[in-house]
C-alpha cells in the first residue's frame, strides 16, 4: 500500500534517509536545509535513530564520520557557506573511505550570499572543494519523488563504493511542493549493505580489497580492531611514507568508482531520440527546460534535454555522445558557468557549447530559456 | 602486569618505534592510558581511542584497539559520533594542548556541556611539538617559541577551570612525574559516567624546553615535581605560596548530571511513547 503526500524536497529527503535506515544525523542549522534536521530530530527518535545538533558544521561532519564507523547510515544536511567549513573532513572521509551522506540545499554565494535563493554555485565546490586528490559521487534531484529515490540511492552508492555521496540539491527542489508517492511501510525497501571481512580479526587488514577494489569495512567493536587515519596509509591502514604507498592509495580509490561508471553515473533523456539541438540542465534548472523543450517541439523545433543526474563523476560518455548526434548545446544552470566547462571539455570542439548562465537569485522562465536557446541555435 | 607485556598486550605488534623524540613524555601518558585500562580489565574490543593530530595524537595508531586518528581538532565531534552511535563502546579521546584548545577549543566546551561519556585525556607539553616548537593556548606566560620569538604576550589557559565551567563531570591533573596518580585518575576518568578529562602534564624538551633553556628530561620532570602539589596541600597554601605552582590529583568529580546517552535513550523512550 502507499499514500499521496504533497511535500517539500527537503522533506522527501528525510523520508528517503528512514526508508534508507539512516540511524544518524549529526546537523548544523543553515537555511534554506534546515527542515531536514528539523525533520529528523523529530523523526529518527521514533525509529531508535539519534539526532545531534553539533556546535558548527566542522563537528556535525566529524559526528557523522564517528557514527559511521559504528556501521551505521548517516547523514548531515547543509548550504554553501556550511559545505565549505566541512571540507577538510569531506576529504577525510574520502581518504579514510568512510560511507556518509552529506546533502548541500544550494543557495546563491560566496560568502554568506543570498541563503534564501535558488543557486547551482557548488557544482565545482562538490568535486574540488576538499584539498588533493580525491574522487566522490554528487548526484542532483529534478523532483521531489526524485529527492526521495537518490537519497536511497546516494545511501547504494555510499555503502558499495565505502565513498562520500553528496546529494546536490538546490534550492528550488529543497522548497518546492510536489506530489509524492511513498510506501505505507517503509520495511520491504531493500538496505544498502557494507561488504563485511570473511577472514578472521587477525589476518584483517583494513585496506586491503579484492577486484572490487572496495575494502569490507567491519564495525567498531566487532572483533577487527582497526586504525583509521587521514594519512596516506597502504593496506594495513597504517602511515606510510613510502611514494609508491601513495601512488597505490590513489590509484586504487579512483579506479573503485572510474571502472563503475556504468553503475554510477545517470543521467535522463527528454525528447532526445530525434533531437537535432539540446539542453543540458539538471536540479531546479532543468525543470524549466522540460518545459522550454516542450515549447520549442510546439514550434517545430527538434530540441532535447539531456538531464545529468549523477553530477560527479562527470558523464563523459554521455555527453561525447550528445556531441556526435546534435548540432549544438546549450547547458544552463543557476550560477555564472561551471558544469559548462565540463561540457565543452568532452565535446571536444564537435559541436558548439553554449551557456546560459542565470546568477540573478531568481531561476529562469521556460520562456527565456527558450529565447537563449533559439538565439544560440541561431534559430 | 609488567611494561613489556602491557606491550604485548595493547599495543600493534610492529608499529614500535614510536615517532616521539627521546626525553618526550608521550610514552609515559600512553603507558599509563593502557594501565588503567588494563586496571579496569576493559575488553580491548570495547575500547575506542580517538585522536586528533599532533605528537600525542599518535598514540591511537599504536594502541591495539578501535582507534580513528582523526582531522586536527576534531578528534571530540568524532568521539562524540562514536559514543552517541554506540554507548556500548568506552571511549577515550587522546589530544593535545594545540589540538584540543586551540583549533579543537570549541568542540572541548561544547562536549564537556553536553556531558557525554568520554574521557579525555591531554598531553600538555606546552607547546605544538609535531611542527617544531609554535606556542599554544597552554605555552605558559612569557614563554619563548618559534612563533614567540620575543615570548609570548598570551596568556594560557587553565584547562582544568575552563572544562569544569563548561560542564565536564570530572576534571582532573597530573604529571609525567606521577605516574601512578596519572593511572589512577585516567581509570576514575574511564569509570565516571560523564564527560572526563585528565590534563597530563607532560614535557617536550627538544621543542619546547631548549628554546626556554629548561635543561634535560630529567630537569623538566623535577620541575613538574617541585612545581605540582597534590590537591589536599593545595588547599591550604595563601595565593602567595600557589604562585607558580599548581594543583593535581582529582579537581572536581560531581555525579548527579546526568550523561548525554544516558538521557538520549530516555528521549526516544519517550518519543516513542508518544511523549514531547
Keep these: ?379 | 602486569m609488567s611494561m613489556e607485556q602491557l606491550i604485548d598486550k595493547y599495543f600493534r605488534p610492529g608499529r614500535l618505534p614510536h615517532i616521539w623524540c627521546p626525553g618526550c613524555g608521550n610514552g609515559i601518558v600512553t603507558g599509563a592510558i593502557v594501565k588503567a585500562i588494563d586496571k579496569l580489565a576493559l575488553e580491548k574490543d570495547s575500547v575506542a581511542v580517538i585522536s586528533g593530530i599532533g605528537c600525542s595524537s599518535r598514540a591511537s595508531g599504536y594502541l591495539d584497539f578501535n582507534t580513528v586518528h582523526s582531522a586536527h581538532g576534531r578528534a571530540l565531534p568524532v568521539a562524540t559520533g562514536v559514543k552517541l552511535a554506540d554507548p556500548s563502546l568506552n571511549v577515550v579521546v587522546v589530544t593535545g594542548d594545540g589540538d584540543a584548545t586551540a583549533i579543537g577549543g570549541n568542540h572541548l566546551i561544547h562536549a564537556a556541556r553536553r556531558n557525554i561519556d568520554m574521557t579525555v585525556v591531554l598531553y600538555n607539553n606546552s607547546i605544538y611539538g609535531m611542527t617544531g616548537g609554535q606556542y599554544s593556548p597552554m605555552t605558559p606566560y612569557g614563554s619563548k617559541a618559534t612563533t614567540a620569538p620575543y615570548a609570548t604576550i598570551e596568556h594560557d589557559f587553565d584547562i582544568a577551570e575552563l572544562a569544569k565551567a563548561a560542564g565536564a563531570t570530572f576534571v582532573a591533573r597530573a604529571t609525567t612525574f606521577h605516574t601512578q596518580l596519572l593511572v589512577d585518575l585516567i581509570a576514575k576518568g574511564i569509570q565516571h559516567k560523564g564527560f572526563s578529562i585528565i590534563e597530563a602534564v607532560s614535557a617536550c624538551p627538544i621543542s619546547f624546553g631548549r628554546q626556554n633553556k629548561l635543561g634535560g628530561p630529567a630537569d623538566m620532570m623535577k620541575w613538574q615535581r617541585d612545581h605540582a602539589v597534590m590537591l589536599p596541600a593545595w588547599n591550604k597554601l595563601t595565593e602567595e605560596q600557589r604562585s607558580g605552582k599548581f594543583p593535581i590529583g582529582l579537581l572536581y568529580e560531581v555525579t548527579d548530571r546526568k550523561e548525554y546517552t544516558e538521557a538520549y535513550d530516555e528521549l526516544i523512550a519517550r518519543a516513542q511513547g508518544g511523549n514531547k
Design chain 1, 1 to 379: 500500500m502507499s499514500k499521496i503526500l504533497l511535500l517539500q524536497g527537503n522533506q522527501a529527503v528525510v523520508e528517503g534517509a528512514i526508508a534508507a535506515g539512516v540511524k544518524f544525523f549529526g546537523g548544523y542549522p543553515i537555511t534554506p536545509s534546515t527542515e531536514i534536521a528539523e525533520s529528523l530530530a523529530e523523526r529518527l527518535p521514533l525509529v531508535g535513530g539519534k539526532f545531534i545538533q553539533m556546535e558548527d558544521e566542522i563537528a556535525s561532519m566529524g559526528a557523522i564520520i564517528g557514527a559511521s564507523l559504528t556501521g551505521k547510515k548517516v547523514m548531515t544536511a547543509t548550504s554553501g557557506p556550511g559545505f565549505s567549513l566541512k571540507q577538510e573532513l569531506i576529504g577525510y572521509a574520502c581518504a579514510a573511505e568512510i560511507p556518509l551522506v552529506i546533502v548541500n540545499v544550494q543557495r546563491v554565494g560566496p560568502s554568506t550570499g543570498q541563503p534564501t535563493s535558488p543557486s547551482q554555485g557548488d557544482i565545482m565546490q562538490a568535486r574540488w572543494g576538499t584539498h588533493g586528490d580525491h574522487w566522490l559521487i554528487a548526484i542532483t534531484p529534478a523532483s521531489v519523488p526524485e529527492c526521495f529515490e537518490l537519497t536511497l540511492r546516494a545511501y547504494a552508492l555510499s555503502e558499495k563504493y565505502r565513498v562520500p555521496v553528496i546529494l546536490l540539491m538546490d534550492e528550488v527542489i529543497g522548497h518546492m511542493r510536489e506530489k509524492i508517492e511513498l510506501p505505507d511501510n517503509y520495511d520491504e525497501i531493500p538496505q544498502a549493505e557494507r561488504k563485511q571481512p570473511d577472514c578472521a580479526p587477525a589476518d584483517f587488514k583494513a585496506y586491503a580489497a579484492d577486484e572490487s577494489l572496495v575494502p569490507p569495512m567491519p564495525p567498531f567493536g566487532n572483533g577487527y580492531r582497526w586504525h583509521v587515519t587521514g594519512l596516506v596509509h597502504d593496506e594495513t591502514g597504517f602511515p606510510k611514507g613510502a611514494g609508491s604507498a601513495t601512488k597505490a592509495a590513489a590509484d586504487r580509490q579512483y579506479h573503485k568508482l572510474y571502472d563503475h561508471l556504468d553503475d554510477i553515473v545517470q543521467v535522463e533523456n527528454y525528447c532526445m531520440e530525434d533531437a537535432e539541438y539540446a539542453i543540458v540542465a539538471f536540479g531546479g534548472a532543468a525543470r524549466t527546460a522540460y518545459e522550454a523543450v516542450d515549447m520549442a517541439r510546439k514550434e517545430g523545433i527538434k530540441a532535447g534535454l539531456l538531464r545529468p543526474i549523477t553530477i560527479w563523476p562527470f558523464a563523459e560518455n554521455e555527453i561525447q555522445k550528445l556531441a556526435g548526434k546534435v548540432k549544438g548545446i546549450l547547458v544552463h544552470e543557476l550560477n555564472r558557468g561551471q558544469y559548462v566547462y565540463e561540457v565543452e571539455r568532452a565535446a571536444a570542439g564537435k559541436v558548439p557549447v553554449y551557456s546560459y548562465a542565470k546568477y540573478d537569485n531568481e531561476p529562469a522562465t521556460p520562456a527565456q530559456l527558450l529565447a537563449e536557446f533559439k538565439k544560440a541555435m541561431a534559430l
